[in-house]
Structures are given as structure tokens and as C-alpha cells.
């Protein structure tokens, strides 16, 4: 404890009396200061002990001193020394009365004590103070060390709760819990994601006191980790604020978690390496292989059903929206004891997650939101980055290149949509017709259709209109032709002008479909 005014009384070589504010003895002493001037205020900075003999003072001036006194407590003075038989026999009855009137603690410092002494017993409880407090850290230290390489994050967090009588709380990347102490504190931890991910957007090292949910104590917010973005935060809960070795206790949960998130980060880069390998064995057919080198790394996931996502970004815009998926997915497994294979190549990510899991429903709700950004109105100088995920139908480890196509091909189909996310899945269920809205298709299209084109326009004939009704009838003359008004010969003569101009037989099948699907992308009239 601080040295204060009580202790200084029961110090049995000073030999202080109280006088007056005998109920306001508990505060603590920050300094003794000596000082004879009238009005000292400007040189106090508050907490200190004032010593005075009363040299300058009219000390016997009820208003005089009504007005010291005043001036002395609204300064955060915390009491006053007056030394007696210096200047004075005994306390003037003006001071005292203003005192006690204020109810500011007065001492009356006998003959044989000098003001020295008194600075010297306040300096020296100070100095053990501080030496109390360095050497509790320390201990702090030594304990919170000790938990975090037997126990981990776990047993650091409930010693920093049990040095600070309070709680404490780890969260994630994304903002989300990953241990708390003591057990009761997770759910109140859970209520300050919104706080952490705001710290977050803060380059680190960065922290923040807010009040805690619903006023219940106060909370210290502090971001971890060497990098741009933080990787994870360390919350402390606590009745009042720390004091010094409280302080220190906290300073080393930070120094010791930042450095089991940069040993994590190293273990995550390499486990990514060892992923980049597992997955170019799977893509060329060779599963076995890919489990020997996985081991126990993935659990089960190269044995289950598992999805294939692709997601590309460019270059341009701000933020990263491709770091922000690999930790949304990420974060999602590790919550939800889930195994993922995630494979950062540059501006591309892909990813290997267990069917029906967390991880691909974070990825569906990360695009989400997204999609639901790019649509809103963008702000005044914002500029989007863009991401385009492609996300495979469930497969196994012998139809993993399958399925890294099927992720290619949506992610291609994406793109040319202006989607942040297609799933493969969809695409079969649908029509193909969608996909034959793009311009590489409709160039196509019209080139191939030109020459049908340029004849119905001199008016010799409606080659287009009976070309799209002869296939529609699977090439029955009598259907079509009726579906024309012509007669069926008319329609044989159409058919073969058709084959001279384009120089194609309309009895291969592959003409017929390439014509059929021209029709389709430039939205040809039907008769």
C-alpha cells in the first residue's frame, strides 16, 4: 500500500497529531512538500502533504485562512503539517477552525520532529511501495510464464485473472472468444466483440478502456501481434483501474501471448506449405500420397465429403477481402473443431472444407456480405476491392481434381456475372442458357449467323426464321414447315441455301447444336 496520512500518524518516530479531518486519514500521500508561500497552488500537482510553519501566513486571520485552506483542498492538497514552536507555541485557532470547517486532515508537527524527517519517511514508504509492486510483477511474471508453457493461453489467462482480481479473455482474428478466465467471464468477454473488431481496424500495437457491458467494471482492450493487422486481443476486466503491479502483470500477458501468435503464425505458414503439397498430390490423382504427408494435420477431412472453394481477387481498391476470407473460414473450423486445407497463391485462395461444415458457411456468409456491400451505395472516394469465389459440389479425395475444375469453372462463370460467389451446384440445376450471355459467345454468334443474315435482308428469303423452326422441330420437315406456313419443299430449298452460304452440312450434329445455341445468344426472332 501507498504510504498515507494514517501511516504517517502511527509512525511512532514522527510523533504527528491530528488536529482536524481525523475522518479522511486513508487518503494516500503522494509527496511532503514544504513551502511557506501564501498561495502555493500553482506548484502542487495533488496528493501531496503540505509541512508549513506558518512564516508568511496570517495565520490568526479567520477569513485569511478560511480562504488558504480552500484554495489548498480544491488543489487536491491532502493535508497540512504545521510544525509548532517555530512561528507559533501552538495551531492558531483560525486555521484550525478553517480545517476542520473544510474537513482537510491538519497535523501538528512537534518542536523536535523536523520537516525533513517527514519527507524522508514519506520518500522511503514510497520507494517500498514501488519495490513491493516491481517485485510482485516480477513473481507475476515468473507465474504467468510458467502457465503459458505448461498450460498455454489458458492457465496465462487465469493467472492474469487471479493477479488482477478479475477476468481476462482471448479472442481470435475475428473477433470471436477462444478462451476466458475464469469461466464465468466468457460470456461477458463474447459482448465486446464489436470493441475488439474496432480495435482491430487499428494498426497495431493498439488498446482501448472502455466501460464494461452493462457498467459492470472497467475494460482494458489490448491488440497482439507483429504485423499490420493484429492477430488476436487480450481483454482485462477490472473493479478499478490496475495499479503497478497489476500493470506489469498485464504488460507480460501481452509480451508472452504476442509471442505465441508469431510462433502460431510460423506454424500456420508452414502448415500452409505442407497444404500447397497435400493439395498438388490430390489435384494429380494420388489421395494415398496425400494422406501420408498430411498425417494427423487434417484430421479426417481427406476421408470425407469435402467442397473445393477458388477465390480470386485483384489487385486494385483497398483492403484485402481475400485475407479477410481465409480468416473468416479459418476462425469458423477452428470454432467449430473443424479441419480446413487453405492454400494462399498470390491473388488466388483456394480452399479444401468439409461438406455441410462451418467453414463453407462462413464463406457463403462472408460473400454475402459482400454482395450486399456492392450493391449499397459506395461512399465518397471508396473504392471496392473485387472478389470472385467459385465453390465446387462435394467430392472425395479420388475426385478431388473434379471438383477443383468445377470450382474453376464457377468461379469463372462469377466473373463473367459480376457475382461474388457461384456455387457448382447451381449451375447444373439450372440452364446453360445464362452462360451464353457473354460477348466472347455473342461474337461468335453473330459471325456464324452473318451470312444468313445478309441474304434475308435482300429479301430473297427467310433463312434465319426457318433455320430456327427446322431445328426446334428436330429437323421434321412436315412440323416445321407448317409452323412457317410454307410447303415442305420450300422449306428443303431453305434448308439446302442454308448449307451453300455457310458451307456446312446440317446433318452433323455439332453444326446443328453450334447453330442452334448462335440463335439463342442473339435472341433470333422466332417466326
Request: with cysteine; net charge negative.
Amino acid at each position: 500500500m501507498p504510504p498515507t496520512l494514517a501511516s504517517l500518524v502511527q509512525h511512532s518516530a514522527l510523533k504527528l497529531t491530528v488536529r482536524a479531518g481525523e475522518d479522511r486519514l486513508d487518503v494516500p500521500v503522494r509527496w511532503a512538500h514544504v513551502s511557506e508561500l501564501a498561495d502555493p497552488v500553482p506548484y502542487m500537482e495533488g496528493g501531496e502533504l503540505l509541512l508549513v510553519t506558518a512564516l508568511k501566513l496570517d495565520a490568526e486571520d479567520p477569513e485569511a485562512m478560511r480562504r488558504y485552506v480552500k484554495r489548498l483542498a480544491g488543489a487536491g492538497v491532502v493535508g497540512i503539517g504545521f510544525a509548532v514552536g517555530v512561528n507559533y507555541d501552538e495551531i492558531p485557532e483560525a486555521l484550525l477552525g478553517a480545517a476542520r470547517e473544510e474537513g482537510l486532515p491538519l497535523l501538528e508537527v512537534p518542536r523536535r520532529t523536523p520537516f525533513l524527517a517527514i519527507s524522508k519517511a514519506v520518500s522511503a514508504a514510497i520507494a517500498a511501495e514501488q519495490y513491493r509492486a516491481v517485485t510482485a510483477g516480477f513473481a507475476a511474471q515468473r507465474e504467468l510464464t510458467r502457465q503459458a508453457l505448461t498450460t498455454g493461453p489458458e492457465g496465462l489467462l487465469g493467472a492474469l485473472a487471479a493477479q488482477l482480481d478479475g477476468w481476462a479473455a482471448l479472442y481470435d482474428a475475428s473477433g470471436a472468444v477462444v478462451a476466458a478466465a475464469p469461466e464465468w467471464a466468457h460470456r461477458r468477454a463474447a459482448r465486446l466483440t464489436a470493441e475488439v473488431e474496432r480495435l482491430r481496424e487499428r494498426p497495431a500495437p493498439a488498446s482501448s478502456v472502455v466501460g464494461g457491458p452493462d457498467n459492470e467494471d472497467r475494460v482494458e482492450l489490448h491488440s497482439l501481434g507483429t504485423g499490420r493487422r493484429p492477430r488476436a486481443a487480450l481483454a482485462v476486466g477490472t473493479a478499478a483501474a490496475p495499479g503497478t503491479a497489476e500493470r506489469y502483470a498485464v504488460h507480460s500477458a501481452i509480451a508472452l501471448l504476442t509471442l505465441t501468435t508469431e510462433r502460431s503464425r510460423s506454424l500456420h505458414a508452414a502448415e500452409q506449405r505442407v497444404g500447397a503439397a497435400v493439395l498438388r498430390m490430390l489435384l494429380a490423382g494420388e489421395p494415398d500420397h496425400a494422406r501420408a504427408v498430411a498425417g494427423d494435420l487434417y484430421d479426417g477431412l481427406l476421408d470425407a465429403p469435402f467442397r473445393v472453394l477458388v477465390a480470386e481477387t485483384d489487385s486494385a481498391g483497398d483492403g484485402d477481402p481475400l485475407g479477410g476470407l481465409a480468416e473468416a473460414v479459418e476462425s469458423a473450423a477452428a470454432r467449430s473443431g473443424e479441419a480446413v486445407l487453405a492454400v494462399p497463391d498470390g491473388q488466388r485462395l483456394v480452399v479444401l472444407a468439409a461438406d455441410g461444415g462451418a467453414a463453407v458457411a462462413a464463406c457463403v456468409a462472408f460473400a454475402g456480405a459482400l454482395e450486399t456491400a456492392r450493391t449499397a451505395p459506395e461512399p465518397p472516394g471508396g473504392d471496392q476491392t473485387a472478389l470472385v469465389v467459385g465453390l465446387s459440389a462435394p467430392a472425395g479425395p479420388s475426385a478431388a481434381a473434379t471438383a477443383h475444375r468445377q470450382a474453376e469453372q464457377a468461379l469463372s462463370v462469377a466473373r463473367r456475372r459480376g457475382r461474388v460467389l457461384v456455387e457448382h451446384e447451381h449451375l447444373a440445376a439450372g440452364s446453360v442458357l445464362p452462360l451464353l450471355a457473354d460477348d466472347a459467345v455473342r461474337a461468335f454468334a453473330d459471325g456464324l449467323l452473318r451470312a444468313l443474315r445478309e441474304h434475308d435482308a435482300t429479301g430473297r428469303g427467310d433463312l434465319v426464321a426457318s433455320l430456327r423452326a427446322w431445328l426446334s422441330r428436330h429437323g421434321q420437315w412436315d412440323a416445321a414447315a407448317a409452323d412457317l406456313g410454307v410447303h415442305r419443299h420450300t422449306l428443303r430449298y431453305r434448308m439446302r441455301r442454308v448449307e451453300e452460304i455457310l458451307g456446312r452440312s446440317l446433318d452433323d450434329p455439332d453444326v446443328r447444336m453450334e447453330l442452334w445455341l448462335a440463335l439463342k445468344a442473339t435472341g433470333a426472332e422466332q417466326p
